[in-house]
C-alpha cells in the first residue's frame, strides 16, 4: 500500500505530513503540510488529500 499522507501529533499539535521522494525509496524525506491545534480540522485535511488520491 502506498502511503503518501501521515497525521501525527508533535509538541501538543496535530500534524498533516506528506512523503516527498519517489515510490518507496529508503531515503524519502517527510514534509509538513500544516498543523493545527484541533484534531477535528487536522483530520478534515488528511481525509481531503486521502480522497484525492493521485490527482
Avoid: H
Amino acid at each position: 500500500m502506498d502511503k503518501r499522507y501521515m497525521l501525527a501529533t508533535k509538541d501538543g499539535s496535530w500534524v498533516v505530513m506528506a512523503r516527498k521522494g519517489a515510490g518507496a525509496a529508503t531515503d524519502a524525506a517527510w514534509v509538513t503540510l500544516g498543523g493545527c491545534p484541533s484534531q477535528m480540522v487536522a483530520l478534515r485535511l488528511y481525509m481531503a488529500l486521502m480522497a484525492r488520491g493521485g490527482r
